[in-house]
């Protein structure tokens, strides 16, 4: 996988006791095409895809696994036995091309943020996948899982939104008992953000 850049705009996160424990916040992204940069295991069954070995940014291991034209996406040592790798959305959707937002705390990452390929109802009687949709994701130490949503097509400002779904949230949150948040609008008769097929 190519690291494409490291930026940026560091935000300062203070606690609420001392300046001390405030960290930089900021990105790095590297580009992910799932057919080319990652090691595949072709799936047993008709609608068994398969799953997919990579390796994200500073080395991390990822793991995507794909069936019934959904996919799952994970991270970490143990990234297929995590809760994040039984989590989709529930219409059709894939990530098998595209780059990651890895956000970043003094230089480590805690959270991702990643552009899914969704089908609208609109698009359920012709081939195309027009919707988009962020996903934020927590990673380790700690449970990875889904964090929260974003309509990239409702809303202008869609990345900033998953930063601060990532930001405020993704490392207090806690798998299975926190409910994913959902940011900004949502495109009219569409549920993206459902976790359950």
Not at 14 to 25: H, K, L, P, R, V
Not at 41 to 60: F, H, I, L, Q, S
Not at 131 to 141: C, E, K, N, S
Request: charge should be positive; hydrophobic fraction near 40%.
């Amino acid at each position: 996988m190519n690291r494409i850049a490291c930026c940026c705009l560091p935000l300062v996160v203070a606690s609420g006791f001392a300046s001390a424990a405030a960290q930089d916040i900021s990105s790095a992204y590297t580009k992910l095409d799932v057919r080319r940069d990652c090691a595949h295991r072709p799936g047993n069954a008709v609608e068994d895809y398969g799953d997919w070995r990579c390796k994200g940014y500073a080395g991390m291991p990822m793991w995507l696994g794909a069936g019934d034209q959904r996919m799952y996406v994970s991270f970490g040592s143990k990234a297929k036995d995590e809760p994040a790798a039984g989590e989709t959305l529930a219409p059709f959707n894939d990530f098998y091309k595209g780059v990651v937002e890895w956000r970043l705390a003094d230089g480590r990452p805690f959270a991702t943020i990643m552009r899914w390929n969704v089908k609208r109802a609109a698009d359920m009687e012709n081939r195309e996948v027009r919707g988009r949709a962020l996903v934020v994701t927590r990673l380790p130490p700690g449970a990875v899982c889904h964090v929260g949503y974003v309509d990239a097509l409702a809303n202008p400002s869609a990345n900033a939104l998953a930063r601060e779904i990532a930001d405020k949230h993704a490392r207090d949150f806690a798998c299975g008992k926190d409910r994913p948040i959902v940011l900004g609008k949502i495109t009219p008769g569409e549920d993206f953000f459902s976790t359950k097929p």
